[in-house]
């Protein structure tokens, strides 16, 4: 062993003194991971610019994750993240996958970034990565519109439809699981008008909760 690999390992061993500790330390992770998931839910709505916004949506979806460690079940791997979704956005009407019906006059908005949304959208989605997009969208719409908000997991649709409703919109709905639970439902997605197998896994982190052969091989 060189000389200059002595320091790294004493580092490593002094490292592995604290690996007991970490199931210890969860219980204050987990809360502290849930007050700044609020935290970054206002940086997200006061952040103008589309990069910064997507680097406080990347935050707020890693502590999300870190929030639901654990809480996954092989029936329903979003099930820790729909109860947080819920907890946080309790005013939000939440809408099951398997009751979701397009219907005339419905507006459907996915709530993803554009490259995100190239990837693949529910058949018929209008791209609408904010509030000021969202209100493009439905400019000289009656406020009782029916609107469905949808993302990956949806966090950030709920969060969306939270703001319409804020703005008037008595008619809004949140698609339960988003994109990924749809998907893994076995409902179609589409590119275009061309029906594909492929979802933006939004991260690694993200792209564990959607089925392998769902998440496309170029996360961002």
Known sequence: MGIFALPALAKARRAALFFPLIPLAMPLVIPLANFHIRLASKLVAMTAAPYMRACATAVAAVLLVLSVAGQAS??????GIKEKVRAEFPDVRQ?????????????LLDVRESDEFA?????????ATDLSQALA????????TPIVTYCSVGWRSSKLASEL???????VQNLEGSIFEWANNGN???RANEQVKDVHPFNWRWGRYLDDE?????PR
Do not use: C, M, W
């Open 74 to 79: 092989a029936d329903d791997p979003l099930a």
């Open 95 to 107: 809408l099951h996958v398997q009751r979701y019906q397009p219907e005339e006059g419905q507006i």
């Open 119 to 127: 990837i693949s959208h529910l058949r018929g989605a209008t791209l």
């Open 137 to 144: 969208v439905l400019a000289d719409r009656p406020k009782d």
């Open 165 to 171: 409703a804020s703005r008037g919109f008595t008619n």
């Open 188 to 190: 179609p997605v589409y």
């Open 214 to 218: 769902l998440a496309t091989k170029k």
